[in-house]
Each structure stands twice: as C-alpha cells, then as structure tokens.
C-alpha cells in the first residue's frame, strides 16, 4: 500500500492534520493538492503547537518531500510567514512546488471581501484569502502561475492585463479604490518568484518516479466533502475539489495509483461559515462542546458552529471519496456529555434520506432523526493518553460502542481514533501503509 489519500469528511477542520502528521512518519513523500491559505491545519508535536496554511504536514519531518501540488493555490506572503515560522524553531523542511500552481494576487483578495458583499443571504463566509477569485481566473483561464513568475517579460504582460482589469471591475462594479498600483505588486511578486525559484520543480515526475519505485506517498486534503466545489453544499463551500479525485487531478497522478482513501472524522459536528447544518446544536451542549474543544478557526479565529454526528454526510463521503477507512478525531473533547445522539437519516416531505439532497435549500428542510446513546466519562489527559498506548480495546466501552456504529453504518472500517491533540494521542488501527489489517 504505497499511496494514500487523507480527506475530510465532513465541513473542515476534522484533524487532517494531525492524522497526516501521524502517518506521515511511514511516508517517503506528502503533497498537498488542492485549497490555499484557507486551510489550517494544526499539529502538537514535542510540546509544540504549528498551524499550517499551504505547506504539507509532513514538514516536521526535514528528511520527507513535501509538495505542493498543482491544484493548490498559493499567496507567496503566507506561504513566507510559514517557512520563517519553521525556521525559528529550526526546521528547514523540504519542499518542491509545482510550476502550475496558481498564485492568490492582491486583487484576488480584494474581490473575495466584494463579492461575499454582493452576494447577501449566499455568502459562504470566505476566509477572505481570495480563494474564490483566485480559482475562478484559473478557470476562465486568466490565472497567473507560479512558472509565469520565473518569465519576467510574460509574467509582465499578464499582469498588466489582469490589473488593468481587476481595477475596472472593483472600482465600477462594487466602487472599491484598489489603491496597490501595477508597478509595485510586479516589484513585490518578482521577488516572490526569486525567492520561489529553488522550490519549483517538475512535482508530477517525482510522484512517477515514486510510484515507479513503490514509494510511500501521502496526499494530505484541505477543507472538506461538504466543502467541496461539485459533491459540497454548493455555493456553501469553497471553489477546489476538496475530495479524493481532486488528489488525483491536483497533484497530477492518475487514479489507478491510489491504494487508500482515509475519512478523517471529528466524532460530532463543527462547522466555519455559512449554510444549513441540519444537527446544529444551539445550545447549551454545543457551546459546552465549543469551549471544551477550543473550537475556534486555525486560519480566521471565528467561533465553530457544532453539531451531533451526522450520518447522512458521512454516507455521502464514503461513497463520494470512495472511503477505505475512517479516522475519528476528539473522542476526548466528547467525553463527559451524559447521553449523545448520531442523526442516523433524515426526513424531507415525508420521505427517509440516508445522504444529503442536492439541493442546500432542500437540506434546509431535512428534519434530523437521532439515536441516542449513552456517553462516555472523560477520564483525563494521561489516561487518554494510556488508552492510546493500549489500544481501541481500553477505550471507554460506551465510547467503543458508539464508534462501533457509526462504521458500521457507514460501511468502511476504522483506521484511526485520536484522543488528544498530540502525535501521541493517537490509536492506530491500521497503518495506511502495511499491508496487514
Ligand atoms: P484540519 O483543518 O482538519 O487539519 O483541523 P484543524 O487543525 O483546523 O482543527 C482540528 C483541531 O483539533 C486542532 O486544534 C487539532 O490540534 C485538534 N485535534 C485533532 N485531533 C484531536 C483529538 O483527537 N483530540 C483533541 N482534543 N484535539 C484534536
Ligand atoms: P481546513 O483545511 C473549515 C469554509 C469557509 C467558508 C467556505 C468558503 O482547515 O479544514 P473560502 O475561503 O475557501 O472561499 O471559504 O469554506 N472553509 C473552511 N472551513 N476548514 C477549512 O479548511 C476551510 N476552508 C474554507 O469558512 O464557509
Ligand atoms: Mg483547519
């Protein structure tokens, strides 16, 4: 089992990280494929606490190739702040780039808070990285990329047209002054791009290379299913592929390769932004959840709204992400809660839906139908923490059971349970990577 898939499985935020970081021990190679500085993903490690934007979580490892795939898009500032904040605590990782990623240009930024303006009760609550403009220039093809920045003269040109546009747009469609001029974003971003240099290579032959050689490679998801542009809760979503086929077109590896699909799961609901949540909890319980489980953005620091465990959904992701295994994340930030419930289906104009319609205004009108059962005890830090040396078997048996279930119902096997944000706080099921179940 050489190539391995990680997505999230529900709105964002589920612990991709930390599973990737996990896993990422066994790989030779981890590639981010799709989202920008939209994502964050946090990871504890020896104590340490980093949050990650674009660069893959394999960087705590210097020794693995981490790329950047082309379906990434990439704002070269963030992505500065990220490598300086490695560099402080001396880790220089390793990192190739592909030269067809695209770049979030200033402009891209400003149309991100325009267009959220116009958009009234639709407005997905961006992060406000210019994610939405940025992809949409890549797909009416007036995207710039991370190769075109290595051309001066073309790089030029481009952005002459693009400015000289984006002004026009901005100033008489929503009358905003963009005020930064032409000269100084070329100033700006050709030394982006002198700085990018040594980090763009040709990452789609090194993903050959290391297929050819049965290597280990990991691909690591930003945001999540109900994010995603095509199979998310369109227009409450993002604007990437943010599941499993977008591994495949976003780092440039044909499906074939792909060994593995891992769901990574937070066993409730939480969800940043707007649109319908059907197991919303308004309530006591949800802020109670919120507060115990530090449940505030990585990339925003806006509060996440939370929820029951919605089955539905998860449904939906297997079949959607082709799913293999699940990784459930927080079963510590879920103890404590005296009686849980899982959405098991829900009810729309009479009739019993195991996935999600297609449409966001039709799942507005889902009634959730809850299981309920019994919660587990939190048994502290250091006991979770022993549980997740001595194994599923010495999780509470409440907690085994209610796990039990949803993999059950869901029909793919558990790979993973986390029981703390650390490295450590982690049961491994199965290793994406040894043939043995
Ligand atoms: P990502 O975007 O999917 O990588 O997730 P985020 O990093 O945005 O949010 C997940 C949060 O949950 C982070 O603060 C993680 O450190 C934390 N986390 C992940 N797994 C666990 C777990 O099993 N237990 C606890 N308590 N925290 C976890
Ligand atoms: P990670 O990778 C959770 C949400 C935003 C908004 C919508 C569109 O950390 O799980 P965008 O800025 O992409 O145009 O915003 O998507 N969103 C996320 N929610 N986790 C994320 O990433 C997200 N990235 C975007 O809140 O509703
Ligand atoms: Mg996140």
Redesign the pocket.
Same mark, same amino acid.
């Given at each position: 089992m050489a190539f391995a898939i990680v997505v *999230?499985a529900q709105w *964002? $935020?589920? *612990?991709? %990280?930390?599973v990737v970081d996990y896993y990422a021990a066994q790989a030779d190679i981890v590639v981010r494929f799709n989202g920008g500085a939209n #994502? &964050?993903? !946090?990871i504890?490690s020896g104590g340490k606490k980093f949050a990650f934007h674009h660069v893959p979580s394999g960087v705590l490892y210097p020794e693995k190739i981490n790329i950047i795939g082309n379906g990434v898009v990439l704002e070269p500032k963030k992505f500065f702040e990220e490598l300086s904040q490695l560099d402080a605590v001396g880790i220089k990782p390793n990192i190739r780039i592909s030269p067809r990623v695209h770049l979030v240009m200033p402009y891209h930024m400003a149309l991100d808070g325009a267009e959220e303006g116009k958009k009234g009760a639709l407005a997905a609550g961006t992060t406000m990285r210019g994610i939405g403009p940025c992809y949409s220039d890549k797909a009416a093809r007036f995207g710039i990329r991370v190769g075109e920045l290595l051309q001066p003269a073309l790089f030029k040109e481009k952005l002459h047209t693009m400015h000289t546009l984006k002004v026009k747009l901005l100033k008489e469609v929503y009358g905003i002054d963009f005020k930064q001029t032409e000269d100084e974003i070329y100033k700006q971003y050709t030394e982006y791009g002198k700085k990018l240099a040594p980090f763009v290579a040709e990452t789609g032959e090194i993903l050959a290379d290391a297929l050819a050689k049965k290597k280990k490679v990991l691909f690591e998801g930003a945001q999540a299913t109900m994010l995603d542009i095509d199979h998310g809760m369109y227009p409450f979503g993002t604007s990437s592929n943010t599941s499993a086929g977008g591994a495949c077109t976003g780092a440039g590896v044909g499906p074939t390769a792909i060994d593995e699909v891992v769901g990574?799961v937070k066993v409730y609901t939480s969800r940043v932004g707007t649109g319908p949540l059907p197991t919303e909890l308004n309530d006591a319980t949800g802020q109670a959840i919120r507060d115990k %489980? &530090?449940e505030y953005g !990585?990339t925003t620091g806006r509060p996440r709204r939370i929820g029951w465990l919605d089955l539905p959904t998860l449904r939906y992701a297997a079949r959607v992400n082709g799913l293999t295994g699940l990784a459930f994340?927080?079963? $510590? !930030?879920l103890s404590g809660v005296k009686t849980v419930q899982i959405c098991t289906h829900y009810e729309l104009d009479g009739k019993k839906l195991l996935t999600p319609p297609a449409s966001y205004t039709d799942i507005a009108r889902c009634k959730p139908i809850y299981k309920s059962f019994a919660g587990w005890e939190d048994i502290g830090a250091d006991k979770w923490r022993a549980c997740a040396k001595a194994g599923f078997k010495s999780l509470p048996k409440e907690a085994q059971v209610y796990l039990k279930y949803i993999s059950d119902e869901v029909g793919v096997p558990i790979y993973v349970v %986390?029981? *703390? #944000?650390a490295r450590d706080?982690t049961i491994i099921l199965k290793d994406v990577f040894s043939k043995k179940a």
């Open positions: *999230g *964002g $935020d589920e *612990g991709k %990280g930390k #994502a &964050g993903h !946090t504890v990574v %489980g &530090g !990585t994340t927080r079963l $510590d !930030t %986390g029981v *703390g #944000a706080d």
